[in-house]
Nanobody, 115 residues
């Protein structure tokens, strides 16, 4: 069983930046891919960004050019650099790990962007 722990959320003004971290209790190389999702109040959880073991990245259209996902295999940590934040980015951000079978989720970290 792998535990994922997110950190780095907080309150930031529109146009600001935050970097989220997702630390895994085991090797993230066991995962086919790592991803970030988010869920705003009253909305469904949605995909934000993903990175594979081959460092192939994919982004939701709403964050392209503003967010960057990266990984540090030595630290078993995945990051989400968020720039030019907008109020509509306000949500709980979740880390997801996809092993060959099953899925792991973190507990989430709150990001609030004020206008």
């Amino acid at each position: 069983q792998v535990q994922l722990v997110e950190s780095g959320g907080g309150l930031v003004q529109a146009g600001g930046s935050l970097r989220l971290s997702c630390a895994a209790s085991g090797s993230i190389l066991r995962m086919r891919a790592m991803a970030w999702y988010r869920q705003a109040p009253g909305k469904q959880r949605e995909f934000v960004a993903a990175i594979t073991n081959d460092d192939i990245t994919n982004y939701a259209d709403s964050v392209k050019g503003r967010f960057t996902i990266s990984r540090d295999n030595a630290k078993d940590t995945v990051y989400l650099q968020m720039n030019s934040l907008k109020p509509e980015d306000t949500a709980v951000y979740y880390c997801k790990g996809s092993p060959p079978f099953g899925v792991y989720w973190g507990q989430g970290t709150q990001v609030t962007v004020s206008s």
